[in-house]
């Protein structure tokens, strides 16, 4: 087996970690991608169900409503 410069025997070699650190970041990515949509489409059914059957004020628009008066 033949050790790159400053690597000991026994260390792992810096292609292995490099792999390693890549694939953490696209796991990473990957989790947090998945969380976002699945969050983004709680956010969606809950403005469905809403529109619905309830009232659903912007911000603002109650303040506005009471300045006509």
Do not use: C, W, Y
């Not at 890549?22 to 969606?44: D, G, P, T, W, Y």
């Amino acid at each position: 087996m033949v050790f790159a410069p400053g690597e000991k025997p026994g260390s792992e070699p810096e292609e292995v970690k490099l792999q390693k650190a890549s694939k953490q970041i696209v796991q990473n990515a990957i989790l947090q991608a998945v969380q976002q949509v699945s969050q983004e489409s709680r956010q969606r059914g809950d403005r469905a169900r809403d529109s619905r059957g309830s009232l659903q004020l912007g911000v603002g628009e109650l303040t506005k409503k009471h300045e006509k008066k």
